[in-house]
């Protein structure tokens, strides 16, 4: 990394590095990435097509799942075509302003996927415990105030950043060595103290994810306090069996985070190349495989897509 002692002043263009040290085999993790993104536009447009379509699905916990699959088309479209971009055109250049807009959605995008995880949360804890009044808590007014809180919520978190980033006014280079533009990534570059932007950094993961994710294992605690006391294993399974689909998205979601965070606590430093590809995975492995867990073990939702396929082949 170069001195501070020859600082540049804020550019105009940051050069996006794509994955340092494996700039040669662009064009091969590219095809990994062009795949999940059209796995993940397909599998999440089908998701929300069939719940729009099926009105038996106009319940809490598909309603939830639909608000999901929009977040993660949304994500995937603000990283993958810019990735894209950088494997197979080399087009690294991005602009001062275009990298503070990227660097406010990206995470945005995932902070939300993070807050609507913890609604469903709430979701499964409200049917099993009160699965009487379960349409009555969640009623279409409490679904569009949580939808409201988990984006006001992000917008809140997030807006500093790019605020944040836009004063830091001497870098020792404008190469960032990421895929795209992480506010992190654009604070180890620039020049002077980063001490506040670092305490913001994990502010922002304990306000959003170690938020949510404390809330995520409250209620399954909770959960699981309400099922164990049931006499019938069956019937214990039957509860504890509408819960799996959403236990497999969380295990998904959060285990690099978790994985990156007992890493660094544990002082082992991964391959600069090897963190930029676990970075990239956060964002772009849960999009594709949400739909995909929840069609396989919802059974409406594999109904419905067998319905569409069966249709075709006639």
């Not at 991005?94 to 949360?121: H, K, N, R, W």
């Not at 919520?153 to 006014?169: C, F, G, M, N, Q």
């Not at 795209?180 to 103290?193: F, L, R, S, T």
């Amino acid at each position: 990394m170069p001195s501070c002692n020859s600082s540049l002043p804020q550019p105009l263009i940051f050069i996006l590095a794509g994955i340092p040290g494996l700039e040669s085999s662009h064009g091969f993790f590219s095809v990994p990435f062009f795949l999940i993104f059209v796995i993940t536009v397909m599998g999440n447009v089908t998701i929300l097509c069939v719940i729009r379509m099926e009105k038996s699905l106009h319940e809490p916990m598909f309603l939830l799942l639909a608000m999901l699959s929009g977040v993660d088309l949304c994500l995937v479209s603000v990283t993958v075509p810019r990735m894209l971009g950088i494997f197979w055109m080399d087009a690294k250049e991005i602009s001062f302003d275009a990298c503070l807009t990227q660097m406010f959605f990206i995470p945005s995008f995932y902070v939300m996927e993070s807050g609507i995880l913890l609604a469903m949360a709430f979701d499964r804890f409200v049917a099993i415990w009160c699965p009487l009044r379960y349409t009555t808590i969640l009623d279409n007014s409490m679904l569009v105030k949580m939808a409201l809180t988990v984006l006001a919520r992000a917008v809140a978190v997030l807006t500093p950043a790019p605020i944040l980033a836009k004063r830091l006014e001497s870098f020792q280079t404008h190469i960032i060595g990421y895929s795209y533009c992480a506010y992190m990534a654009v604070v180890m570059i620039a020049c002077g103290d980063i001490s506040d932007h670092i305490i913001y950094g994990l502010m922002v993961i304990v306000a959003s994810v170690g938020f949510d994710l404390f809330f995520i294992i409250l209620s399954y605690g909770l959960i699981l306090h309400a099922v164990f006391p049931i006499p019938s294993w069956e019937a214990r399974g039957k509860a504890l069996s509408t819960c799996g689909s959403h236990l497999c998205v969380i295990g998904l979601f959060y285990s690099p985070v978790v994985f990156s965070v007992l890493a660094q606590i544990l002082g082992y430093h991964m391959a600069p190349h090897l963190q930029i590809i676990i970075d990239n995975l956060y964002f772009l492995v849960p999009p594709m495989v949400n739909p995909l867990i929840y069609g396989a073990r919802t059974k409406q939702m594999r109904e419905w897509v067998l319905r569409i396929f069966h249709c075709q082949r006639d």
